[in-house]
C-alpha cells in the first residue's frame, strides 16, 4: 500500500490533535470536553502515528514510559482529592477561584482541572501501553517468522 | 482511655506494617522489637485487674452507621481474659520463638504474621459490633492459615493450612449467616442493643437456627468434633505457633463466642444441652485419639480438643459454678498446655524427633526439661496440687449441678467427662513418665519409622541425637518455666486471681457476679472421688497400655472426620471440574452467549414479571432524523454480522458508532458524541492492527442448534435493551436528581459542562475508582500479552 500522503500528512496531524486535545482539556469544565475525551483524544493521535510509520516510532515520540502517566496520573487524581481532606473538607470536594491574567483576561482556575489532568494522564497511559503492546506484539511475531511488517 | 484501647488495638496491625522495615534495621534481633508490643500491651491489660465491673470501658467509633456496623469497643471481665491471654502467651510465645527460630527462617514473615494474628484476636475480643467481629474473626483464621503453612515448602504444612482454613473459613461463614439471623430478629449488628432485646429473640422462629449457625462457627474454631480433623493438622506449623494460636488463644475464640453468647442467648434447654453434648463427645473422643498418637505434638493438639470439650459445656450452662470454673479452666489450661507445647519443641530442637517411641530417658539428659515437663503434664491430669486440680474439681462440681435437673443426659455427661479424665490422665504419664524415665529404644526396631525430609538416612540415627541431647540454653527455658511456676501458684493458691478476673469473666457471662467458690484442698464429695478414677483409671490405663493398644487400633479409621473431610473436598473439585469443562470452552463465543444468555434469562424474567404486574410505557414521539439515524445503525450492524470480509465488516461496525454519536448530538449531549467518536475511532484502529493476527474468516460450520441458540440469545438481548430502556424512562420510582446537578453546576463546581462536572466534582470519587480500574486493566493486558511474547518467544528458539 502506497503510505506516502499518510506519512506525510500525519506529523502535521500530531500536533494538531494533541493541540485540540489540550484545548479539550482545558475547556472542559465550561464547554464540551474533559481529560477523557482529551485523553482519548491523544491516544488517536499516537495510533496515527502508529499506523503510518510503527509502532516504535509512536512509542519514541513520548520517550516517557506509558507506566509513568499510569502512575503519576493516579497520584495527581488522588492527590487533589486528598489535599481538602487535610484540611476536613471531604475527600475529592474540589474548589474553584478566578484570577485575572494579563492578555488572557478573566480565567477560571479550579482544582478539578488538576483531577481532570490526572485522568487524562491515565486515560493516554493505559491507551497507549495497550495498544501499541498489541501492536508490539504483532511486530515481534512478524520479526520471528521473517515476515516484512504489513505497514510497508 | 478509651483512646487507649483503640491504640491498644490497632498496635500490633501497625507494628506488622513496620516489620519489613525493622527488619532491614534490625536483622536477627527483630524479635525483640516484636517483644515490645505484646508485653506492653500485656501490662496496659493487667492495669484493669481489680475489679469485677460488667463493663470496665466501652467506646463507639462511627464506621458505616447507615447500616448499623460501628467500631464499638467493649471491655467487660471476659474480654480482659482473653487480652490478658492473648498478650500474655504471647509475650512468652514471641520470646521462645527468638531462640527457636532458626537463622535461616524468614524472621520479618512470620512476625508480622503473628502481630497479625494478635491484632485479630484482640480484636474479637474487644469488638461489640457482630460485624466488626465477624471481620477479625475471619482475620484469625486467615493469619492462622498462613502461619500454620509458614513452613510452605512442605506438603503437610500446605495441607494442614488448607485444612483449617476450608474448616474455620466455614465455619466463619455460617456465623456470619448466624448474625445476620440475629439482625432480623433483634434488628440490630450491636451486641449491647441485642441485649435489650433478649425476650423478643428468644421467643423468634430465628432463635434456634441463629443458634445453630453460631455453633458451627464457634465449633469449628475450637476444634470440637467432627471439626477437630484441622487441629492436629494444625501441628505443621512451627511450635511456638502451636503453642500461641492452637493451644492458647485461637482454638479458645470459640469458647469466648459462646461465653459471650450465653447472655444473650443461653439459659435455654437447646443451648446447654447442645453445647454440652458436643463438649462431652469431644472431650472423650479427643483423649482416646491423643493416647494412639506417636507424634509428641499430634498427643498435645488432641489433648487441646480434648480440653477444650471439657470448657466449652462450662459456658453453655451458665450456671454460676460452671462460668466460674470455665474461666479458672481457660487459664490453667493455657498455662499448663503453653508449658508443654514449648517444652516439646525443646525436645524437638534438641533431639530431632517427636516420636514418643524414640525418646526416653530424658529425665538425665534434660533435666530440666524433665522437670517442668513432668510438672505441667501431672497438673493437665488434674494432680493435688497443681492448678489442674483446682479447676478439674470445679468442672466436676458444676457438671454435677446441672441447670435443668439431672436427667439421664446430664449423667451421661458426668460418664464422658470421667472417662476422658481417665484418658487424660494415661497420656499426661506418657509425658510425664514415658518419655522421662522410659527406655530409649533404637530407632531400627521402631517400626513405621520414617526418617525426616532434611536429614541424611545414611548417616540419621535418631538414637544418637537422643543420646547427646541436653537442656537448652537458659532462655528458652525461660518460658515454659514462668509457666510451670503459675501451674504451681494457681495450684497453691488461685484466690487473687479469683476475685479479680474469674468473677468478672463470670459476671461477664452470666450477667451477675457469682461467689467464691474455687478451693485449693481436697474436699471429701463426688467431685474429688470423680478426680480419684479418672487419677485411678488413668494410671492403671497406661500402665497397661502396650495390652490395650491393640484395641485402641482397633477403632476403624475409616470412621475418622478425616475421610468425610477428603471425600467432601473431592467431590467439590469434580464439581467445579464439571463445570469448568462445560463453560471454560475456551472460545470467546461460547463465553459471550453463556453469559447473555443468562442476563436474557434472569433479566426477562423480572420484565415481564413486570410488565404483567402493571409497568407503564411511556415512549417519547420520534422525530425523522431519529428514524433515519436509527435505521441506519440498524442496517450497519446487520451488515457487521452478514458481511464476511474484514474490511466491508468493519466499515459497517464503524458506521453504527458513528450514527449512535450522531444520535448523542440530536439530543444534545455534545460531550457523549465526542467520547463516542474517540472511542469508535480508536477501536477501528486497533481492530486494524490487529487484522495480522485473526485467522481467515471461513464460511460459519456451526450446527444448527448452535445458531439457532446464537440468533434467540442475540434477539432476547437486543428485546430486552430496548425493553429495558423503554420501561425505565415510563417508570420513576424516585425523584430524579438531575435538577441538582443542573442548578449546583456553576456555583458549586464552577463549571458550566455539566457533564464534566459531575465527573470530576459531584461524582470525582466514581471517576476516581474509573480511572483506578482503567490503570489495572492496561497492566493486565500488557502484562498477558508479553507472556504470550515470551512463550511463544521460548518455543520458537
Known amino acids: 500500500m502506497n503510505m506516502l500522503i499518510l506519512r506525510t500528512v500525519s506529523p502535521i496531524h500530531l500536533y494538531i490533535m494533541t493541540l485540540f486535545a489540550v484545548h479539550l482539556l482545558l475547556r472542559g469544565h465550561n464547554a464540551p470536553g474533559g481529560g477523557f475525551i482529551a485523553g482519548l483524544l491523544t491516544v488517536a493521535a499516537i495510533i496515527l502515528q502508529a499506523v503510518a510509520f510503527n509502532s516504535r516510532h509512536a512509542e519514541n515520540l513520548l520517550p516517557i514510559p506509558a507506566g509513568w502517566f499510569l502512575g503519576i496520573g493516579l497520584l495527581l487524581a488522588a492527590g487533589t482529592g486528598l489535599g481538602p481532606a487535610l484540611t476536613g473538607a471531604p475527600f475529592l470536594d474540589q474548589t474553584f477561584t478566578h484570577v485575572n491574567l494579563p492578555f488572557f483576561g478573566d480565567v477560571e482556575v479550579t482544582t478539578a482541572l488538576f483531577f481532570d489532568l490526572g485522568v487524562y494522564l491515565v486515560v493516554v497511559g493505559a491507551g497507549k501501553w495497550i495498544l501499541l503492546t498489541i501492536a508490539d506484539e504483532r511486530r515481534t511475531e512478524d520479526e520471528h517468522q521473517g515476515e516484512q511488517p504489513s505497514g510497508g | 482511655m478509651t483512646r487507649y484501647l483503640l491504640i491498644a488495638l490497632l498496635l500490633p496491625f501497625a507494628a506488622a506494617g513496620i516489620i519489613p522495615l525493622a527488619y532491614r534495621g534490625l536483622g536477627r534481633r527483630l524479635g525483640w522489637f516484636v517483644l515490645t508490643i505484646p508485653i506492653a500491651l500485656f501490662a496496659y491489660f493487667l492495669t484493669f485487674l481489680g475489679s469485677v465491673d460488667a463493663v470496665y470501658l466501652r467506646h463507639t467509633w462511627q464506621w458505616v452507621p447507615s447500616l448499623g456496623i460501628n467500631f464499638s469497643l467493649t471491655l467487660d471481665g471476659l474480654s480482659l481474659l482473653f487480652t490478658l491471654l492473648i498478650t500474655g502467651i504471647g509475650s512468652l510465645v514471641v520470646f521462645y520463638s527468638i531462640y527457636y527460630l532458626g537463622s535461616r527462617e524468614d524472621l520479618s514473615k512470620f512476625y508480622t504474621y503473628i502481630l497479625l494474628f494478635m491484632g485479630a484476636m484482640l480484636g474479637v475480643v474487644l469488638l461489640d459490633n457482630l460485624i466488626t467481629l465477624y471481620i477479625f474473626w475471619e482475620l484469625t483464621s486467615i493469619s492462622s492459615f498462613l502461619l500454620i503453612g509458614f513452613w510452605h515448602t512442605r506438603s503437610e504444612s500446605r495441607e494442614g493450612a488448607l485444612k483449617s482454613m476450608l474448616l474455620t473459613v466455614m465455619g ?56 477437630h480433623i484441622w487441629l492436629p493438622a494444625a501441628m505443621a506449623a512451627p511450635t511456638p505457633v502451636s503453642a500461641y494460636l492452637h493451644s492458647a488463644t485461637m482454638v479458645k475464640a470459640g469458647i469466648f463466642l459462646i461465653a459471650k453468647f450465653s447472655l444473650l442467648l443461653g439459659g435455654t434447654p437447646f443451648w446447654y444441652y447442645t453445647v454440652a453434648s458436643f463438649g462431652s463427645v469431644t472431650l ?56 508443654l ?18 525418646l526416653g530417658d530424658l529425665r538425665r539428659r534434660m533435666p530440666i526439661t524433665a522437670l517442668l515437663m513432668a510438672i505441667a503434664a501431672l497438673s493437665m491430669a488434674g494432680v493435688w496440687p497443681l492448678n489442674g486440680f483446682v479447676s478439674k474439681e470445679l468442672i466436676f462440681e458444676a457438671l454435677l449441678a446441672p ?42 526396631h521402631v517400626t513405621g519409622y520414617k526418617v525426616d525430609e532434611g536429614l541424611d538416612e545414611d548417616h540419621f540415627d535418631a538414637n544418637e541425637f537422643v543420646e547427646r541431647a541436653h537442656d537448652p540454653p537458659a532462655p528458652m527455658l525461660l518460658g515454659p518455666a514462668l509457666l510451670v511456676g503459675l501451674v504451681v501458684v494457681l495450684g497453691i493458691y488461685p484466690f487473687p486471681l479469683e476475685s479479680s478476673l474469674y468473677q468478672a469473666v463470670a459476671a461477664a457471662s452470666l450477667g451477675s457476679v457469682p461467689h467464691h467458690s474455687l478451693h485449693t484442698l481436697p474436699v471429701i464429695g463426688w467431685p474429688l472421688l470423680m478426680s480419684l478414677v479418672a487419677l485411678g483409671a488413668g494410671a492403671l490405663l497406661y500402665v497397661n497400655l502396650e495390652r490395650v493398644a491393640q484395641f485402641l487400633e482397633a477403632t476403624p479409621r475409616r470412621w475418622s472426620a478425616n475421610v468425610l473431610y477428603e471425600a467432601a473436598l473431592r467431590t467439590l473439585h469434580r464439581v467445579a471440574e464439571s463445570v469448568d469443562r462445560t463453560q471454560m470452552t475456551g472460545f470467546l463465543r461460547d463465553y459471550v452467549l453463556f453469559t447473555v444468555g443468562a442476563v436474557v434469562l434472569l433479566m426477562g424474567y423480572s420484565i415481564v414479571r413486570g410488565l404483567l404486574g402493571g409497568l407503564r410505557l411511556d415512549l417519547a414521539p420520534v422525530t425523522l432524523w431519529e428514524v433515519v439515524a436509527l435505521g441506519l445503525v440498524a442496517v450497519g450492524a446487520i451488515m457487521a454480522v452478514v458481511l464476511h470480509r474484514r474490511i466491508p465488516a468493519l466499515i459497517a461496525l464503524g458506521s453504527v458508532g458513528a450514527m449512535v454519536s450522531l444520535l448523542f448530538v440530536f439530543w444534545n449531549a455534545p460531550d457523549l458524541a465526542l467520547t463516542q467518536l474517540m472511542v469508535e475511532a480508536i477501536s477501528t484502529v486497533l481492530i486494524v492492527v490487529v487484522f495480522s493476527r485473526l485467522p481467515q474468516i471461513s464460511r460459519e460450520s456451526a450446527s444448527g442448534r448452535y445458531r439457532a441458540a446464537n440468533i434467540a440469545v442475540a434477539v432476547g438481548f437486543g428485546l430486552m435493551a430496548s425493553l429495558v430502556s423503554a420501561i425505565a424512562l415510563g417508570n420513576v420510582y424516585f425523584e430524579s436528581i438531575s435538577h441538582y446537578f443542573v442548578e449546583n453546576s456553576i456555583p458549586l463546581g464552577g463549571g458550566a459542562n455539566i457533564v464534566n462536572v459531575i465527573l470530576v466534582d459531584f461524582r470525582g470519587f466514581d471517576t476516581m475508582g474509573e480511572i483506578t480500574v482503567l490503570s489495572i486493566a492496561a497492566l493486565s493486558i500488557r502484562a498477558l500479552l508479553r507472556a504470550r511474547v515470551k512463550s511463544q518467544r521460548g518455543k520458537t528458539s
Not at chain 2, 470421667?418 to 527406655?439: D, E, K, M, P, Q
Open chain 2, 172 to 227: 466463619g461463614l455460617a456465623l456470619l449467616a448466624g448474625f445476620a439471623l440475629l439482625y432480623v430478629a433483634g434488628g440490630s449488628y450491636d451486641f449491647r442493643e441485642l441485649l435489650e432485646r433478649k425476650e423478643l429473640i428468644a421467643s423468634s422462629v430465628y432463635y434456634v437456627p441463629a443458634v445453630a449457625l453460631i455453633f458451627l462457627g464457634a465449633f469449628t474454631k475450637s476444634a470440637q468434633v467432627p471439626f
Open chain 2, 284 to 339: 472423650f473422643l479427643g483423649g482416646l485419639l491423643a493416647l494412639r498418637q506417636v507424634d509428641l505434638k499430634a498427643l498435645l493438639a488432641f489433648s487441646t480438643v480434648s480440653q477444650l470439650g471439657l470448657i466449652i459445656p462450662m459456658f453453655g450452662m451458665g450456671t454460676e459454678l460452671s462460668a466460674l470454673a470455665g474461666a479458672a479452666h481457660i487459664i490453667h489450661h493455657a498455662t499448663f498446655k503453653g508449658a
Open chain 2, 341 to 358: 507445647f514449648m517444652l516439646v519443641g525443646i525436645i524437638d530442637h534438641q533431639t530431632l524427633t517427636r516420636r514418643i517411641d524414640l
Open chain 2, 403 to 444: 441447670p435443668f435437673g439431672p436427667n439421664v443426659w446430664t449423667w451421661s455427661f458426668v460418664v464422658l467427662a470421667v472417662a476422658g479424665s481417665v484418658f487424660t490422665t494415661a497420656y499426661s504419664l506418657i509425658l510425664a513418665h514415658r518419655i522421662l524415665f522410659g527406655r530409649v529404644v533404637p530407632a531400627r
